[in-house]
T-cell receptor
Framework: LAKTTQPISMDSYEGQEVNITCSHN???????ITWYQQFPSQGPRFIIQ???TKVTNEVASLFIPADRKSSTLSLPRVSLSDTAVYYC????????????FGGGTRLMVKP | DAGVIQSPRHEVTEMGQEVTLRCKPI?????LFWYRQTMMRGLELLIY????????DSGMPEDRFSAKMPNASFSTLKIQPSEPRDSAVYFC????????????FGPGTRLTVL
């Protein structure tokens, strides 16, 4: 069972790049790493997913080192609306690999 | 599509009562997940279904919890009897194709057990 660990909170300012790291030392061979964003009173929303190296989409980048024991979500030029809780999710590579969420990182973007 | 639909959005009940939470996944999705979120324990996967069949229920806390998916359009999570420590937000999510695919979450049901 992959245990995932994230920083509890982070502060940033508008326009800055924010990097949030998730540790998952026991990740299984076929497991994927997925990041979600959650606003108050809403369900989590998918941001990005990866297996290894680097993945980029229109809102974020995901960096995964070769050993895959950690991953870093990168948000370029954050705005106030990026204030939310960010979760990494690890698992699902095989039917028996439980999906495990990290504890979440509360990002506060200041003006 | 309306997205994942959950009902009720809020439920307040007394200890010992039966509680049933309902979920309608996105049409065509073949995976359905039930999660529980609390301040203390964060987001926990309780159970997931594939093609209406329960695949992994190892996250279900105890026998008081049960989940069913009688058809592709409907699932229930039942707690009987409910206890104050069951107070949480319960999310349903669905996805298409493979277990690792992007999950679409519903708005959640906030359960308060007095």
């Amino acid at each position: 069972l992959a245990k995932t660990t994230q920083p509890i909170s982070m502060d940033s300012y508008e326009g800055q790049e924010v990097n949030i790291t998730c540790s998952h030392n026991n990740i299984a061979t076929n497991d994927y790493i997925t990041w979600y964003q959650q606003f108050p009173s809403q369900g989590p929303r998918f941001i990005i997913q990866g297996y290894k190296t680097k993945v980029t989409n229109e809102v974020a980048s995901l960096f995964i080192p070769a050993d895959r024991k950690s991953s870093t979500l990168s948000l370029p030029r954050v705005s106030l609306s990026d204030t939310a809780v960010y979760y990494c999710l690890v698992g699902g590579g095989n039917a028996g690999n439980m999906l495990t969420f990290g504890g979440g990182t509360r990002l506060m973007v200041k003006p | 599509d309306a997205g994942v639909i959950q009902s009720p959005r809020h439920e307040v009940t007394e200890m010992g009562q039966e509680v049933t939470l309902r979920c309608k996944p996105i049409s065509g999705h073949d995976y359905l997940f039930w999660y529980r979120q609390t301040m203390m324990r964060g987001l926990e996967l309780l159970i997931y279904f594939n093609n209406n069949v329960p695949i992994d229920d190892s996250g279900m806390p105890e026998d008081r919890f049960s989940a069913k998916m009688p058809n592709a359009s409907f699932s229930t999570l039942k707690i009987q009897p409910s206890e104050p420590r069951d107070s949480a937000v319960y999310f349903c999510a669905s996805s298409l194709g493979v277990l690792t695919r992007e999950q679409f979450f519903g708005p959640g049901t906030r359960l308060t057990v007095l």
